[in-house]
């Protein structure tokens, strides 16, 4: 399914704009002129530092959302206190992450094998690491449920969310096997016991369950497809700097397919939420607090998804594109924070007024 010997693409070179470039600033001897060199290394060591600060402070945000944020959205609201949310949010956060980097490994080189005059390199797999920090993620929970239901371990695989997170937990250790094997295709089977595991855990109210589990499915599959996918894309992109045709239609064919993922998270994510959402709590509730911020969040992505694709169809370079889709890539990674965190907040049917 993987075409290519696995590399990590090298240092890149920046340009004086930021964008990246194949080669170095140069004349056509190959030598840099004696001018501009101090000026390119100082906004070379500018930019060196830029992204890792950058990388850094987006990761310190998701990690504040995802240990505070549950407790930030009750305040006020009368909601019983989780025992553990922020904890439960991170691990949560984690396996969606995982989620999300396998199943875009499998889709994305489906999109690269048609292009044509593409090199014939490939990024690194991250596959099996993000499965097995998934299933870690899994174990957790599972730790956390017995610490708070205060059973031993055995006992909580007996309980109903219990036996479906050690369900989870075995079937990403299945799908790191696949992936680490020579057939990583084999994954799609395991990975999918898992979405539907999921599913099922993140639905156990009276009120039809198996309606907001399969909806769960699908809304959590397109989603997965969509960041993992677009993340495996940009980082081929980057690889493939050198060749900016190729490049430009390999993200031609994700947006393509990215808009069918928008349609389904869309219409999923709508259902769900005049499901799960009585009207009178959307500003009183937690779930609904944080629905309206992961909406927001979703709004910006939309924006930067259309502007990334306009760039795209107006220009040849695919640079600036790519840093569009950078920056949906950054904020579609705080969504799946903030979705963490909406599946750790109280049914908000308990506080609701309506019979």
Same mark, same amino acid.
């Given at each position: 399914m993987f075409s290519g010997p696995p590399a990590d693409p090298a240092a890149p070179t920046m340009q004086a704009s930021g964008v990246p470039s194949a080669v170095p600033l140069a004349d056509e001897t190959g030598e840099t002129p004696e001018t501009s060199e101090p000026a390119s290394g100082a906004a070379s060591a500018r930019r060196s530092w830029t992204a890792p600060l950058l990388l850094g402070a987006a990761g310190a945000l998701a990690l504040l959302i995802a240990l505070f944020g549950p407790g930030l959205m009750a305040r006020g609201t009368g909601e019983l206190r989780i025992p553990g949310a922020g904890l439960t949010t991170v691990l949560r956060t984690v396996l969606f992450a995982a989620l999300a980097l396998h199943l875009g490994e499998l889709l994305a080189p489906q999109l690269i094998r048609p292009v044509r005059g593409r090199p014939r390199t490939a990024v690194r797999s991250w596959a099996v690491l993000a499965s097995l920090a998934g299933a870690a993620a899994a174990a957790g929970q599972i730790v956390r449920l017995a610490a708070v239901s205060d059973l031993g371990i055995t006992e909580t695989y007996g309980t109903r969310?219990?036996?479906?997170?050690?369900?989870? &937990?075995?079937?990403?250790?299945? =799908? &790191?096997?696949? &992936? =680490?094997? !020579? !057939?990583?295709a084999l994954a799609l089977a395991p990975l999918a016991v898992v979405i539907g595991a999921e599913a099922l855990r993140a639905h156990p109210e009276a009120y039809s369950p198996e309606f907001g589990a399969a909806l769960t499915v699908v809304h959590l599959t397109a989603a997965s497809l969509w960041t993992g996918g677009l993340l495996y894309v940009l980082r081929t992109m980057w690889l493939w700097r050198g060749s900016p045709v190729a490049a430009r239609a390999l993200l031609g064919r994700y947006a393509r397919l990215a808009i069918w993922l928008y349609v389904a998270l869309a219409a999923t994510g709508t259902a769900s939420a005049l499901r799960r959402l009585p009207l009178d709590v959307v500003f009183t509730s937690a779930y609904g607090r944080t629905l309206l911020l992961k909406l927001a969040l979703m709004g910006v992505v939309s924006v930067l998804a259309l502007a990334a694709r306009r760039r795209m169809l107006r220009d040849t370079d695919p640079s600036v594109a790519h840093r569009l889709a950078r920056r949906e890539q950054v904020v579609l990674g705080l969504v799946v924070v903030v979705s963490a965190v909406l599946t750790v907040v109280p049914d908000p049917h308990w506080i609701s007024l309506r019979p």
């Open positions: 969310e219990g036996g479906l997170l050690l369900l989870i &937990a075995n079937g990403l250790v299945v =799908a &790191a096997l696949c &992936a =680490a094997s !020579r !057939r990583p």
